[in-house]
């Protein structure tokens, strides 16, 4: 039933959104997990496209909030204001109160915003005054940031980043697709309606079915060796990889790792997990959580090569 409905939402994406389909498949997956997913690319890639689209689809409350240097907490989470006819204060929230939360360019804001943000990614609550507000439910935040301009900008710290679930790199189209987009978009008159597929109760019942999927023990092992191959490389006969790695990934990538497989698994309309699930997610789930050196950066190594290392040596079962 709910897998039908998953390919209607796909499909109706896809009336807007070309060529995206790893990207696609990633937001589900965190929205289906309830976790939050970090985009990176170059501007003009359709990111805040697609997730104001998916939005629709899924008929949630939707907030972009656009992250700049002068951003305060409280033009995130909200604020206390004086009414002067009652002679009190009264809470003003902001807009991370929504469903979806695009927090767009979100390493060009200070410290003191980002922490802001990672309160209501963890927790799901946030403190305005002396109150404590839970947020609404389903709550995922989908942030993103360009990977080649630096200046002026704040990297988020590790543990910050570690919050988000995925982190997922957004390509260029392919020829084929990109002339798609531009006869699509060079019409100045297009227009699109979005007809909703699921609604909320829709996502929590999906999340139950995702939590049924089965993972054997092999699997779930072989995770844990991927996850300690980063800790530990030489253990496991990584001796290059062992240079570059100052830090492996945190135990989130294990619990990360487990979920994403099962809800890719379940996209694909599978009630069990394959080793091709874990290996295909790893990257999204290990990239921003692996921390190299700068004999890393000296020898032009990235965390996808370690991964890809890693995902070629450690052995299954």
Do not use: C, W
Request: proline share 5%.
């Amino acid at each position: 039933m709910y897998i039908e409905k998953i390919r209607e939402v796909l499909d109706e994406m896809g009336k807007v959104v070309v060529g995206q389909d790893k990207l696609l498949n990633r937001l589900l997956i965190g929205l289906f997990t309830g976790g939050h997913v970090l985009l990176e690319g170059v501007p003009g890639l359709a990111k805040t496209l697609t997730i104001n689209v998916m939005s629709k689809v899924l008929h949630l409350d939707f907030k972009r909030i656009q992250f700049t240097p002068d951003l305060l907490p409280a033009d995130l989470i909200g604020t206390m204001i004086y009414k002067p006819k009652i002679g009190d204060f009264e809470v003003k929230k902001g807009p991370i109160f929504s469903n979806i939360i695009l927090a767009d360019e979100v390493n060009r804001s200070p410290a003191k915003v980002q922490s802001a943000l990672l309160e209501a990614m963890q927790e799901k609550q946030v403190t305005i005054g002396d109150e404590t507000y839970l947020l609404d439910r389903p709550f995922i935040v989908l942030a993103t940031q360009n990977p080649v301009e630096q200046e002026g900008t704040y990297p988020l710290p590790e543990a910050q980043i570690d919050r988000f679930m995925m982190k997922v790199y957004v390509d260029y189209l392919d020829k084929v697709k990109e002339l798609e987009v531009m006869r699509r978009m060079s019409d100045i008159n297009y227009d699109y309606e979005i007809r909703p597929i699921l609604n909320k109760a829709d996502i929590f019942a999906i999340r139950e079915n995702v939590n049924k999927v089965n993972i054997s023990d092999t699997l779930e092992r072989y995770i844990i060796e991927l996850v300690f191959a980063t800790r530990r490389p030489l253990d496991y006969g990584l001796r290059d990889e062992a240079r570059y790695i100052q830090f492996g990934v945190s135990p989130r990538a294990t619990i990360y790792l487990n979920r994403a497989a099962k809800a890719l698994a379940y996209l694909e309309g599978r009630d069990y997990v394959l080793p091709e699930d874990i290996k295909e997610l790893a990257p999204d789930i290990m990239n921003h959580r692996i921390l190299l050196n700068y004999e890393a950066e000296a020898d032009g190594i990235r965390t996808t090569t370690i991964i890809d290392s890693i995902l070629r040596k450690v052995a299954i079962g």
